[in-house]
């Protein structure tokens, strides 16, 4: 594990520029499975559709990177990223709700190799209760309290209906747990300290049909930038 991070000034920092860092970690990555040594932020930038300007102001907000005329030593920075994104340590996730997204999320390999380890699975289906899910247990709603603590859960996923989401969610907060992720379709009210993210793959589906059907002429068939469609 490197050392901690610390912002270098008060700037806000954007959830933008998470997401970009994120990007970047997966492409040095890459580039470390290739052999490469150094990149330079152009060529980085390159990689990513984005200016230089960007990937250096992007850096900056967490200290000083690289050597001008050299570049960034390819290992190092992804180390950097991976500590400041978190992920050079061991996550306890719990997941509520084991059908078809739940175990689409249990068979995901890759939260393993970010380090996110689901440790629990909860339903409220008798007929799922005590079953093993793929090498890991369901356990009872009713138990949600005792396990998260039990198993020292850091993180929990939501994958159940809509109309029951917000009580799951509550109780969720109740048991202690700061960070969620919900896959419900249906936006959640929670409390300033929690961490809450929602992943809607419906309305992620009705942005591209809004582009097919509104803005893929004007914009040439060209990729959309998010980010410039938010207001």
Not at 81 to 100: F, P
Not at 122 to 150: P, T
Not at 172 to 192: E, S, T, Y
Request: glycine share 6%.
């Amino acid at each position: 594990m490197t050392e901690g991070w610390k912002a270098t000034d008060n700037r806000k920092i954007s959830e933008s520029t998470i997401h970009r860092l994120s990007h970047y970690y997966r492409t040095l990555s890459v580039l470390e499975r290739e052999d490469y040594e150094t990149i330079s932020s152009r060529e980085l930038a390159r990689r990513e559709k984005l200016t230089p300007a960007q990937v250096r102001k992007d850096l900056s907000f967490f200290g000083s990177f690289g050597t001008r005329g050299l570049g960034y030593p390819v290992k190092d920075l992804r180390a950097k990223i991976a500590n400041i994104l978190g992920i050079d340590r061991a996550w306890n996730v719990a997941l509520i709700g084991v059908g078809n997204i739940g175990s689409a999320m249990v068979s995901y390999k890759e939260f393993v190799k970010q380090g996110f380890a689901i440790k629990l699975l909860f339903d409220n289906d008798q007929r799922k209760i005590g079953s093993n899910h793929k090498g890991i247990i369901v356990h009872d709603m009713r138990d949600l309290e005792k396990e998260l603590k039990a198993k020292k859960i850091d993180i929990v996923m939501i994958a159940v209906p809509a109309t029951v989401a917000q009580n799951i969610v509550d109780d969720v907060v109740r048991c202690g747990i700061r960070a969620i992720l919900n896959f419900a379709p249906v936006k959640l009210k929670v409390a300033d300290n929690v961490f809450y993210r929602s992943e809607n793959m419906a309305m992620e589906l009705e942005y591209l049909s809004f582009a097919l059907v509104n803005l893929a002429n004007r914009s040439g068939g060209k990729k959309l930038d998010k980010d410039s469609t938010n207001s």
